[in-house]
């Protein structure tokens, strides 16, 4: 809006309070802009197509990613309280430039704006997020085959297999970590935890207890602590999380550090930062070794448990026919490829759709428990 002044130049009070608000508006996209772009320091983001070997003139500026990341953060309120909307994320659009994602329940929802402050918005039907717990039910048998990661293992058990506190149906152990002389075995809150409702102490299974796991027979650990669950209550008035992850007491006789045969091997110790399209690989108890890629940052998602719902900030997407389901929560997620970071810990799977899988951060995982990978 062009804004006039009168005659001898003074500016009408109503224009000077409208240009005043432009300039705060203009004030604050900018610190949001800067602030994502800090946040986003650690990133080097390929451009699609890019080779992995890409030099830097071939990166995108990160400051286009920030943008979107300010304008997406700006917007989150309004979009996760719309209903049929499961979440949010910054990623590449079809022209391989950085958009806003928005992640639908289902194709019919309404109300979704064709952009936001200018910038494009993209839309995925993923299907609601939920935990990747499998459903109790009867126990599975387990093949024969001995890397089935289903089935009971001799001790020291492999990483990225069965598990569970004893009222848990089943999960998976993703990676020995230790602090000092003391070890642990990594996995989800509501995995080791049962959603918040387990004690410390308790028993922790392998294999988990849908899979045949007795308790106190088929006991690895115990569990010694773990990130309490923030749910929504109600709807739409959901606390930020940001990790759902516990760790259980064991030992080194009882915990290997390695996969089955069949899997990715032993994971490194220092971790990889996500970036986008950066293809990653897991081994969990149901699929098993899969490869996925990375394709959504910053998410923001609502996440079902059960009868619960919690949101989630700061997440990671992986895309991959396949690469997770059921029962695999609590995988670690690693670099792929076989260069210098292959097997570098990127994420903690928790929680997918129809077509996408979440991952908390490995680094907050770590930092929040002190801990490191027990890897090469």
């Known amino acids: 809006m062009k804004l006039s002044r009168t005659r001898g130049g003074k500016e009408p009070q109503e224009a000077r309070t409208e240009r005043h608000t432009i300039m705060c508006r203009r004030g604050?996209?900018?610190?949001?802009?800067?602030?994502?772009?800090?946040?986003?320091?650690?990133?080097?983001?390929?451009?699609?197509?890019?080779?992995?070997?890409?030099?830097?003139?071939?990166?995108?500026?990160?400051?286009?990613?920030?943008?979107?990341?300010a304008v997406q953060e700006r917007h989150n309120p309004e979009l996760l309280a719309m209903p049929g909307v499961a979440g949010t994320a910054v990623g590449f659009g079809p022209a391989g430039l950085p958009v806003v994602k928005v992640y639908l329940d289902h194709e019919d929802v309404a109300g979704i704006p064709a952009s936001l402050d200018g910038h494009r918005l993209v839309t995925e039907v993923t299907g609601p997020f939920e935990a990747r717990d499998p459903s109790p039910a009867s126990p599975e048998e387990a093949a024969a085959d001995d890397t089935d990661p289903r089935r009971s293992f001799a001790r020291p058990v492999p990483i990225g297999v069965s598990?569970?506190?004893?009222?848990?149906?089943?999960?998976?152990?993703?990676?020995?970590?230790?602090?000092?002389?003391?070890?642990?075995?990594?996995?989800?809150?509501?995995?080791?935890?049962?959603?918040?409702?387990?004690?410390?102490?308790?028993?922790?299974?392998?294999?988990?207890?849908?899979?045949?796991?007795?308790?106190?027979?088929?006991?690895?650990?115990?569990?010694?602590?773990?990130?309490?669950?923030?749910?929504?209550?109600?709807?739409?008035?959901?606390?930020?999380?940001?990790?759902?992850?516990?760790?259980?007491?064991?030992?080194?006789?009882?915990?290997?550090?390695?996969?089955?045969?069949?899997?990715?091997?032993?994971?490194?110790?220092?971790?990889?930062?996500?970036?986008?399209?950066?293809?990653?690989?897991?081994?969990?108890?149901?699929?098993?070794?899969?490869?996925?890629?990375?394709?959504?940052?910053?998410?923001?998602?609502?996440?079902?448990?059960?009868?619960?719902?919690?949101?989630?900030?700061?997440?990671?997407?992986?895309?991959?026919?396949g690469f997770s389901a059921p029962g695999d929560s609590g995988s670690l997620i690693v670099a792929g490829g076989s260069g210098p970071d292959s097997r570098r810990p990127v994420g903690l799977l928790f929680a997918g759709s129809n077509n996408s899988t979440i991952a908390n951060p490995i680094g907050l995982v770590l930092d929040h428990f002190d801990l490191r990978i027990d890897g090469n």
């Open 28 to 69: 604050a996209l900018r610190l949001a802009t800067l602030a994502a772009a800090v946040a986003l320091d650690a990133y080097l983001i390929w451009p699609v197509g890019a080779p992995a070997n890409a030099g830097l003139p071939a990166l995108l500026d990160y400051q286009d990613l920030a943008a979107a990341m």
């Open 163 to 321: 598990t569970g506190q004893v009222d848990v149906t089943a999960g998976t152990i993703g990676a020995r970590v230790v602090s000092g002389s003391d070890v642990f075995a990594l996995s989800n809150n509501h995995v080791y935890a049962n959603r918040n409702q387990a004690n410390k102490g308790d028993h922790i299974l392998q294999p988990g207890s849908v899979d045949g796991g007795v308790n106190p027979t088929d006991a690895i650990g115990t569990l010694h602590d773990f990130m309490p669950i923030r749910f929504c209550d109600p709807f739409p008035v959901c606390p930020a999380n940001q990790i759902d992850a516990a760790i259980a007491a064991t030992t080194t006789d009882n915990l290997g550090n390695s996969t089955p045969s069949n899997g990715y091997g032993t994971p490194r110790s220092e971790v990889l930062a996500a970036k986008l399209g950066m293809e990653v690989q897991k081994y969990g108890r149901t699929t098993g070794h899969t490869h996925g890629k990375i394709s959504g940052l910053n998410a923001t998602l609502n996440v079902g448990f059960r009868d619960n719902t919690a949101r989630f900030s700061g997440q990671i997407v992986i895309t991959g026919n």
